[in-house]
């Protein structure tokens, strides 16, 4: 359903924008020509063209893997072109946690060496439960809505259960 629903998007643009090409299921790597625009997290049309971008991999962010905050302190611009909106999984223990009673989600941060990773959960959680994992070890993924030099923010987060 997805892929019908994404090559009827495709088409559509195709006739609206002047590009006559026909649209066929893609590879990795091949493009047709349309107009500037984004379809999911795998068709980026640019200049009339689109092109299907391999499927993203997580991005693995704990105590062996932090290069996501030297990118941003070096260059914070280019860190958010290159993360936002990327799947992202963290593990590290929980430092704080907030609990607000269906106002809002859910958040749960975790402290990786001295970077925290802010995590707005998907699920809503009983108090009692946020509070049980202060001090754990817990893994979450996520996607990623902001990087700085010392901290993520991460939203559509969900435990990762243990192995």
Do not use: H
Not at 45 to 73: E, Q, Y
Not at 125 to 146: C, P
């Amino acid at each position: 359903m997805k892929f019908m629903l994404t090559g009827m998007l495709l088409l559509a643009v195709a006739f609206t924008t002047g590009c006559w090409d026909t649209v066929t299921t893609m590879n990795p790597g091949e493009t047709v020509e349309l107009d500037a625009m984004t379809f999911g997290d795998e068709y980026v049309v640019d200049s009339c063209r689109i092109t299907r971008t391999a499927p993203d991999r997580v991005l693995l962010i704990n105590a062996s893997s932090l290069s996501i905050f030297s990118d941003a302190r070096r260059d914070k611009n280019q860190a958010r072109q290159k993360y936002l909106n990327r799947t992202a999984r963290v593990t590290g223990r929980v430092t704080d946690v907030t609990n607000y009673e269906l106002i809002a989600a859910d958040n749960v941060e975790i402290t990786v060496d001295d970077k925290t990773v802010r995590c707005e959960l998907n699920t809503e959680f009983t108090a009692g439960q946020l509070n049980r994992m202060l001090g754990n070890t817990v893994t979450l993924e996520g996607k990623i809505e902001s990087v700085w030099s010392i901290s993520v923010w991460l939203y559509d987060c969900s435990v990762v259960p243990a192995r």
